[in-house]
């Protein structure tokens, strides 16, 4: 069974640092990418950017570029997404999305809830 | 990149059909048959309902279809269940090698 978990609930300070895990299970992790979605709080999806864990490729949104960098370790099938200083606009769900070809998510995770306020 | 357009809002009656759009440009719904649907019920992750147009992933009922003409996509739900009721997101890869959500339709079943 394919299956997405990710990390628990954070709750930040503005400033601080983050990295939310996504760990894949039940089939091949180098051979589908890994997207991450962003949901704030009431509103729609957003598609922020990928990593493709068999040669590492990342391609980011143009909203998310230099903002979030997104790194897997295929050796325990496990994709990231780390913040060097978070922002209380960050506050958000983040989901990551399994991908393969041009098709987005046909496998999400249970989502990662960050809470960032001072 | 700006978001895929779609309408705010839905409605139809049970056992109805309903027609959501979304509509593109030339470079990402029109450039590839790379549109996909989800289906997002409040506090979950959201759902593939359709891929690349108007495929179904196994386990999707038949109710659910899909199509594309030029720059808009859309999604059709016929004999509408009270379970239909829900946000629904397309999606569509773009010639920058990225991807862009519509914005949301919620869906009521009245």
């Known amino acids: 069974e394919v299956q997405l978990v990710q990390s628990g609930a954070e709750v930040k300070k503005p400033g601080e640092s983050l990295k939310i895990s996504c760990k894949g299970s039940?089939?091949?992790?180098?051979?589908?990418?890994i997207g991450w979605v962003r949901q704030m709080p009431g509103k729609g999806l957003e598609w922020m950017g990928f990593?493709?864990?068999?040669?590492?490729?990342?391609k980011y949104s143009p909203s998310f570029q230099g903002q979030v960098t997104i790194s897997a370790d295929k050796s325990i099938s496990t994709a990231y997404l780390q913040w060097g200083s978070l922002k209380a606009s960050d506050t958000a769900m983040y989901y990551c999305?399994?991908?393969?070809?041009?098709?987005?998510?046909?496998?999400w995770g249970q989502g990662t809830l960050v809470t960032v306020s001072s | 990149q700006s978001a895929l357009t779609q309408p705010a809002s839905v409605s139809g009656s049970p056992g109805q059909s309903i027609t959501i759009s979304c509509t593109g440009t030339?470079?990402?719904?029109?450039?590839?048959?790379?549109v996909s649907w989800y289906q997002q019920h409040p506090g979950t992750a959201p759902k593939l309902m359709i891929y690349?147009?108007?495929n179904r992933p196994s386990g999707v009922s038949n109710r659910f279809s899909g199509s594309k003409s030029a720059n808009t996509a859309s999604l059709t739900i016929s004999g509408l269940q009270a379970e239909d009721e829900a946000d629904y997101y397309c999606?569509?890869?773009?010639?920058?090698?990225?991807?862009?959500f519509g914005g949301g339709t919620e869906l009521t079943v009245l």
């Open positions: 999305a399994r991908g393969y070809s041009t098709s987005l998510g046909d496998y």
């Open positions: 039940g089939y091949s992790f180098t051979t589908y990418w």
């Open positions: 990593i493709y864990p068999g040669d590492s490729d990342t």
């Open positions: 030339s470079s990402d719904v029109g450039a590839y048959n790379s």
């Open positions: 690349d147009v108007n």
């Open positions: 999606s569509s890869y773009t010639r920058s090698r990225t991807w862009v």
